[in-house]
């Protein structure tokens, strides 16, 4: 533990998040099945560029029209990483954190 490694970084997709339009409501935080995603003071923001797939599900619940995907030079999606992070939340977490994703990213009937 300890000592970050600086990653490689390369031109990717990632999520962009505009602070001024985020109303903290936290449905992205639920809806992104990587935890990439945690409340700020300010705003919703990314736990760490390595935990976002780009991948945008996030943007399909922010109604404040928050969220985009944008290309830039940043760390790597780290798959390992984002398994580390879910083996250190322990499973009461783990379940509720799951739970909570299923019901954001349910779809109407
Ligand atoms: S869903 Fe949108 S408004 Fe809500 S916390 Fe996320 S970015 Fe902010």
């Not at 935080?29 to 945008?56: H, N, P, T």
């Not at 999606?77 to 909570?100: C, I, N, T």
Request: charge should be positive.
């Amino acid at each position: 533990m300890g000592s970050k490694k600086k990653k490689k970084k390369i031109k990717r997709d990632i999520i962009s998040i505009d602070e001024k339009a985020c109303t903290r409501c936290g449905d992205c935080i639920d809806a992104c099945a990587e935890f990439a995603l945690e409340m700020g003071k300010e705003s919703v923001r990314l736990k760490g560029e390595s935990f976002c797939d780009g991948q945008g599900a996030c943007i399909a619940v922010c109604t404040d029209d928050a969220l985009r995907i944008v290309k830039r030079e940043c760390e790597p999606f780290e798959p390992e990483e984002v398994k580390r992070y879910v083996r250190s939340m322990g499973e009461d977490e783990l379940v509720k954190r799951v739970m909570e994703h299923f019901l954001k990213v349910r779809r109407p009937d």
